[in-house]
């Protein structure tokens, strides 16, 4: 007896039900991922620049007008701890901005900007909150 390679007695491709269960798995399965795709790319939003939304944190402008370029700028902010870290929205037109060389505060962050007359924009950071075991 010769083995025939093609021959197969259970063809799902032939059944009517299995193509129909296939067509349901990928229409459940591009669903799934259009979901995670609206989660990660279109549902986590900043807020609009004055209200926050979903991340927690508070926007805040800064001006660099008088101010001796590399030394420290308080930065006031109202996130209630320790912020760690923050996120340059909208840039200066000219140089940089980087973390101060002192120690930030639950009520102030301080950062440095390498050109003076300057103004930028950023999302200062709160971390989230825990809640303690009982």
């Given at each position: 007896?010769?083995?025939?390679?093609?021959?197969?007695?259970?063809?799902?491709?032939?059944?009517?039900a299995?193509?129909q269960w296939?067509?349901r798995?990928?229409?459940?399965i591009?669903?799934?991922?259009?979901?995670?795709?609206?989660?990660?790319?279109g549902?986590?939003t900043?807020?609009?620049?004055?209200d926050?939304?979903n991340i927690?944190?508070?926007?805040t402008?800064?001006?660099?007008?008088?101010?001796?370029?590399?030394?420290?700028?308080?930065?006031?902010?109202?996130?209630?701890?320790v912020?760690?870290?923050?996120i340059?929205?909208?840039?200066?037109?000219?140089?940089?901005?980087?973390?101060?060389?002192?120690?930030?505060?639950?009520?102030h962050?301080?950062?440095?900007c390498s050109?003076?007359?300057q103004?930028?924009?950023?999302?200062?950071l709160?971390?989230?909150?825990?809640e303690?075991?009982?």
């Open positions: 007896m010769r083995f025939n390679a093609q021959w197969n007695p259970f063809r799902p491709e032939k059944s009517e299995w193509q296939a067509a798995l990928a229409t459940d591009g669903r799934l991922l259009d979901s995670f795709s609206q989660l990660l790319n549902q986590i900043f807020g609009d620049g004055s926050i939304d927690k944190g508070e926007w402008t800064v001006t660099t007008v008088g101010i001796t370029p590399g030394t420290n700028i308080a930065v006031p902010h109202k996130v209630g701890v912020p760690p870290g923050f340059l929205m909208v840039p200066p037109v000219g140089g940089y901005v980087s973390r101060g060389n002192v120690a930030w505060t639950t009520t962050l301080y950062l440095q050109v003076s007359n103004w930028f924009t950023i999302f200062v709160a971390p989230p909150v825990t303690s075991p009982n």
